[in-house]
């Protein structure tokens, strides 16, 4: 297909492309992961997946130097081909993420099940209030304290993926990390360490909004995992590297009957 036809392609593709796209993604969905597998994540794979054919002039759609219209006809003929290899893309990462948060959730009390469900059920109601609570956690706390509470996270595996919520990706937050990680801190530095950034980042919550220090971050991290962003761009059905996908971190941040220095946090 010529340059100049591009943009009338993805003109038609918006037009008659889209609707069977999402048609044949809701399907598949539906029969393979009984409606778990968001339609979003695949409809973002096949266009990913159509924009390198065409960049490439690849088989099977652009292979021939077809028209727009001609190549529109063929991605509405070949849709549901096209969602069953974004299921097949997308279904390692998939199931591991479900599999990861069932035997997280079991380990959780009764109690915490119920708070976690409820953090979960607001997530899509409440995202973009909660991505500006975050925002404004981000933006109070100083690196320094940023740091400290990344780092001294109960569970090591959470360590990480908790800075990158609160954007303490400097180097030497890397390093406090990788340090408390090799257990080379005392143990009662690292509870302090913790209480004490716990404490300030519960104070700045408090100014905003009554909501607790470990839902805002746990919700956070849940959109991490869960969210399109974090599925691999170009990630493919065969030799697939796997996704950066984990089990949510939240009760890592307030764990019952926790000390520092003998007292409660």
Not at 1 to 22: A, C, G, P, T
Not at 75 to 98: D, E, G, I, M
Request: aromatic fraction near 4%; glycine fraction near 4%; charged fraction near 30%.
């Amino acid at each position: 297909m010529k340059r100049n036809d591009h943009e009338q392609f993805w003109d038609l593709y918006e037009r008659k492309v889209r609707v069977s796209i999402e048609r044949a993604c809701r399907h598949q969905s539906r029969v393979k992961t009984e409606s778990t597998m968001d339609i979003d994540d695949m409809i973002a794979w096949i266009d990913t997946r159509v924009w390198t054919m065409l960049e490439k002039d690849a088989y099977p759609t652009f292979h021939d130097d077809p028209t727009p219209e001609q190549a529109i006809e063929r991605l509405v003929k070949h849709a549901p081909t096209l969602a069953r290899w974004a299921y097949l893309a997308l279904c390692r990462s998939h199931f591991r993420r479900l599999e990861n948060r069932d035997g997280y959730m079991r380990g959780m009390s009764r109690a915490e099940r119920l708070s976690m469900a409820s953090a979960v059920d607001t997530k899509i109601e409440r995202r973009e209030e909660l991505d500006q609570t975050i925002s404004a956690l981000r933006n109070a706390l100083n690196p320094t304290e940023k740091q400290r509470l990344a780092a001294s996270v109960q569970d090591k595996e959470d360590r990480s993926r908790v800075a990158l919520v609160l954007g303490a990706t400097r180097r030497e937050d890397d390093a406090m990390i990788r340090k408390v990680n090799a257990e080379t801190m005392n143990t009662n530095t690292v509870q302090q360490m913790r209480s004490r950034a716990r404490k300030r980042a519960q104070e700045i919550l408090d100014t905003a909004r009554k909501t607790p220090l470990w839902a805002i971050i746990g919700i956070g991290l849940l959109t991490v995992t869960l969210s399109p962003s974090i599925a691999e761009a170009g990630e493919q059905s065969g030799g697939r590297k796997g996704s950066m996908v984990a089990p949510d971190a939240s009760s890592s941040l307030v764990c019952e009957g926790e000390q520092s220095g003998g007292r409660k946090p």
